[in-house]
């Protein structure tokens, strides 16, 4: 059985003015058991939607929402989820945000922190426990969402472009952490960006999506072997072969997407 | 009399009078903390200078025969009813007395209008149903001038301090329910999303995430509404009690003795003061976890 599954699903939006708009269309997705799944698209492509559907936030307007074979009824605690804008706690120590899981969860208050010092020595942040967010680096404060979902052991990991507000190398690094904290528990990934290298450099399938209403294009296997280095994989031929083929099916879907926004623009000037 | 009909933004809350913006922050090096030391000192003995400068010449005016002292008071007749209230006590008893019951009254009112608008607010601005339903109710309550039911609660409730109670928590209510009602509509849609992921239920993401989101819009307005509980509590007084500074003032009044009002004022001006303090060393202390730059400052993002 698939770990997650989406069936045909479509999803409208109520505009402003009344009418509807359709987000994605359609789009059937398979992601397996252990399986690390990109998914890339240009942006507006309904790439954040999809991912909502799956953690239960949104529900599909046509279509059906599967996670282990289950019809997704509303929030899925099993479901990890890593926002694209910060999503930790301003509030709270880096401590307390790792730990709220765990307590929200009926774990005691102790078991939690033991936990949460437990994950946060696992992403690289042992002697932050007690700062706030404000005061951490943008890196810094990815790595405590990352220890704040994956402390719940979640089966299936949505990831919505966690590492797009990084700089090149923080994000090279990021990826490669976070392909070795995905090897210890190994949960199914549905990991969006807009950046191909990073698709194919993580993933194990790379999903393409149309310019929106969103469809799936196309879908690539990657085979490139295991454990990888993400910032070295990109020197390998046979990641270059890979991009070449993948960037083929994209080109086509972002150079439609950014047509589309430059028409709008010229028709509002 | 102000009726609050929208809430008082964060963002418009001033900076404390005279407090220079964004002082430089502890990193900067010891000589930038001197000089900013020194330049404190400076600028308090400059304000003091300045308030002695206009007493001064008050009291020259009305020496000079430029300002009538019976209807505008003096300086040294303020100084004189303030020392004899100390020493002597006052006409409805002792000085202490006065304070404390416009203080019980005050703060009693200020704590029970506070909670009921934090409470209300909090529950209006989560549940959509209750705000449908008690939305228009709030906004026509808001509309009335509170201060007229100070003379329906004198007469219901009497001379004692529950009537000036009373209307310190009317008085106060409206501006932090609306704060706290706006507060909890404004909190950031992913963050109580990511609560929820993470097994939070709605009472526990009301109390993690809505109530500490909400703080900010909840303590600007506190920082008001203590001043409303004074109006109330003597307000209250003035129009019939047999204690506190209200009362005070009004005998005063009632006696032509503008001194005494004046050094009823005197003693207002402190108490609004010391609980502004107040309560802004508690602001500092629940909003540690904000970056130093939108401290008392600029807009919650
Ligand atoms: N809650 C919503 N209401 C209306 N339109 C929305 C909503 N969420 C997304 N959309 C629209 O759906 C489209 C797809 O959005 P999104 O899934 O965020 O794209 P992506 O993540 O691929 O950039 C966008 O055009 C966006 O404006
Ligand atoms: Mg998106």
């Known amino acids: 059985m698939a770990a997650i599954e989406l069936r045909n699903v479509t999803k409208k939006f109520a505009t402003a003015d009344g009418g509807t708009y359709t987000a994605i269309k359609d789009l059937s997705l398979t992601v397996e058991e252990g399986q690390f799944c990109a998914v890339v698209g240009p942006t507006g ?60 969860r009926g774990a005691g208050r102790s078991e939690a922190t033991r936990l949460a010092r437990d994950w946060l020595r696992r992403v690289g942040l042992s002697g932050f ?41 923080t994000r090279a690094i990021m990826s490669t952490e976070l392909l070795q904290l995905w090897d210890q528990t190994k949960p199914a990934v549905v990991f969006v960006t807009h950046d191909l290298e990073e698709a194919i450099a993580l993933a194990d399938k790379v999903v393409v999506i149309t310019a929106g209403p969103g469809t799936v294009k196309a879908e690539f296997e990657i085979d490139l072997p295991r454990p990888r280095v993400v910032q070295e994989i990109r020197f390998q031929p046979a990641f270059t072969r890979i991009y070449e083929q993948v960037w083929e099916a994209l080109r086509a879907e972002v150079a439609e997407a950014y047509a589309r926004t430059t028409r709008v623009a010229e028709l509002a000037s | 009399m102000t009726d609050l009909h929208t809430p008082v933004t964060p963002s418009a809350h001033p900076a404390p009078l005279g407090t220079p ?30 308030v002695a400068v206009l007493l001064v010449t008050w009291q020259l005016c009305v020496n000079a025969k430029l300002v009538d002292p019976f209807f505008w008071g003096e300086p040294s ?35 029970v209008g506070s909670v009921l608008g934090v409470v ?60 706290a009602f706006q507060g909890a509509r404004e909190v950031d849609r992913n963050l109580i999303a990511n609560a929820r992921l993470l097994g939070a239920s709605r009472w526990r993401v009301t109390r993690d995430v ?22 109330g509590a003597l307000v209250g007084e003035i129009l019939g ?43 500092r202390r629940l909003l540690r976890w904000r970056p130093p730059q939108t401290h008392g400052g600029a807009a919650v993002e």
Request: hydrophobic share 50%; net charge neutral.
């Open chain 2, 77 to 111: 007749g303020v100084w004189a009813s303030l020392r004899d209230w100390v020493t002597i006590g006052t006409p409805q008893g002792s000085l202490g007395d006065q304070i404390l019951v416009t203080l019980e009254e005050a703060v009693l009112g200020f704590a």
């Open chain 2, 21 to 50: 913006p964004d002082e430089v922050q502890p990193a900067e090096a010891k000589s930038g903390m001197a000089a900013a030391r020194r330049r404190r000192v400076v600028m308090a003995g400059l304000r003091v200078g300045i």
């Open chain 1, 129 to 169: 426990e007690d700062r706030y967010p404000h005061q951490l680096s943008g890196g810094m404060r990815k790595r405590v969402a990352l220890a704040q979902s994956l402390i719940n052991q979640p089966r299936v990991l949505l990831m919505d472009e966690p590492f797009s507000a990084l700089d090149v190398q």
């Open chain 2, 241 to 283: 009690a047999n204690r506190g500074l209200g009362l005070l003032i009004r005998s005063s009044q009632n006696n032509f003795d503008m001194n005494g009002v004046l050094a009823g004022m005197v003693l207002v001006a402190v108490i609004a003061l010391t609980a502004e303090a107040l309560i802004t060393l508690l602001e």
């Open chain 2, 210 to 231: 809505v109530l500490p989101s909400a703080f900010t819009w909840i303590l600007a307005s506190l920082h008001i509404s203590f001043g409303f509980a004074l109006i």
């Open chain 1, 45 to 104: 492509c309904g790439k954040s939607t999809t991912l909502t559907l799956v953690s239960g936030l949104e529900r599909p307007s046509r279509g059906e929402a599967l996670v282990h074979g289950e019809p997704v009824r509303g929030i899925d605690i099993e479901t990890g989820f890593v926002f694209q804008q910060d999503a930790v706690f301003p509030w709270r120590s880096v401590l307390d945000n790792v730990a709220a899981g765990p307590v929200y």
């Open chain 2, 120 to 179: 209300c607010g909090i529950a209006l601005g989560r549940v959509r149903l209750l705000a449908e339903l008690f939305g228009p109710f709030l906004k026509a309550a808001n509309s009335i001038p509170r201060i007229i039911l100070g003379s329906i609660f004198t007469v219901a409730f009497g001379f004692g301090i529950q009537s000036k109670v009373i209307l310190a928590v009317v008085l106060v209510f409206f501006g932090v329910f609306f704060n």
